[in-house]
């Protein structure tokens, strides 16, 4: 895998040989290379789709995987006002192999997260209308925190054009002043070569990536922080990120539908706990 950093981070997957000497070594690409992908073949190659910059990744030698952590920045310049600090470190998340197409990457948030899941909140199957208003979920509102999860499962045909659904967070009445976070399919016209591709869309950032194989069923993860928002389309195949900076206590929660195709979604929320720093014995158990 190699990894690059210029106007976002970026990955690609292929084959390097050393070559000796003072000659250039060689990488040869097994899809696209870094900075390659487009909406009209498999997708961009960015790690987040919002204000990550500046990742790093590490072995985990005690479950044999790689982490990822990066940092999200500020909007509209930074330090703000009163401030003597700037951006933060997202989620870690794992690196992996798309199981259903191993030219791709996802990224899923890492297991241990769900340690800091409070009592589940279920959201039954809900029919969400095309354009309709949206409708806060007031078994979510009223008992969820200033941290919290939530999981959406996206039932339509997103082999076709027009999906665009799913939740509005931090918002008041009808999401006013909230954030959208949003899973849908791309316009045939913007993907001449048929392969279904997801769309993420969290506050205006926006992207791209292969869905692959897909059933009519298609899972959306939100995690809700003070000043943040990160986002998972199916099982960690597009990722943003976002800052965002609430004015006042806003704790609806609300399902949307931007699209122009019904949708039925069905959601569970957890509070999130804080989470504490881990003993030098709990960060050595389990290693050799």
Not at 70 to 81: D, S, T
Not at 84 to 105: F, G, H, K, M, Y
Not at 213 to 218: C, E, H, K, L, R
């Amino acid at each position: 895998m190699l990894k690059g950093s210029a106007s976002g981070d970026w990955w690609s997957l292929g084959t390097y040989a050393q070559v000796a000497g003072m000659k250039e070594d060689t990488f040869t690409p097994v899809s696209y290379d870094v900075h390659g992908g487009s909406t009209g073949g498999l997708g961009l190659q960015k790690y987040d789709f919002g204000q990550f910059y500046a990742s790093k990744t590490f072995h985990d030698p005690a479950k044999k995987r790689q982490i990822l952590w990066g940092w999200v920045a500020e909007e509209g310049g930074a330090p703000h006002k009163g401030e003597a600090w700037s951006s933060i470190q997202i989620l870690p998340r794992s690196v992996e192999l798309d199981p259903t197409n191993t030219t791709r990457l996802v990224f899923p948030p890492i297991p241990e997260l769900e340690a800091l899941r409070g009592e589940p909140i279920s959201i039954a199957l809900t029919a969400v209308a095309a354009n309709a208003p949206q409708a806060a979920l007031s078994a979510i509102g009223a008992t969820i925190a200033d941290h919290f999860e939530i999981e959406l499962n996206v039932t339509a045909d997103f082999t076709k054009p027009g999906v665009s659904a799913g939740v509005c967070v931090l918002g008041g009445a009808k999401c006013a002043g909230g954030q959208i976070v949003t899973i849908g399919s791309l316009p045939a016209a913007a993907n001449p070569e048929g392969i279904i591709l997801l769309t993420l869309n969290l506050a205006g950032k926006k992207g791209q990536s292969v869905i692959g194989p897909v059933s009519s069923t298609v899972s959306l993860r939100v995690f809700v922080d003070k000043s943040s928002i990160e986002a998972y389309a199916a099982g960690g195949r597009a990722v943003a990120s976002h800052r965002v900076y609430p004015t006042a206590a806003r704790r609806t929660v609300s399902f949307v539908n931007n699209g122009k195709v019904n949708v039925t979604i069905a959601a569970t929320a957890w509070p999130m706990a804080v989470a504490t720093r881990p003993s030098a014995e709990e960060l050595l158990e389990g290693l050799d």
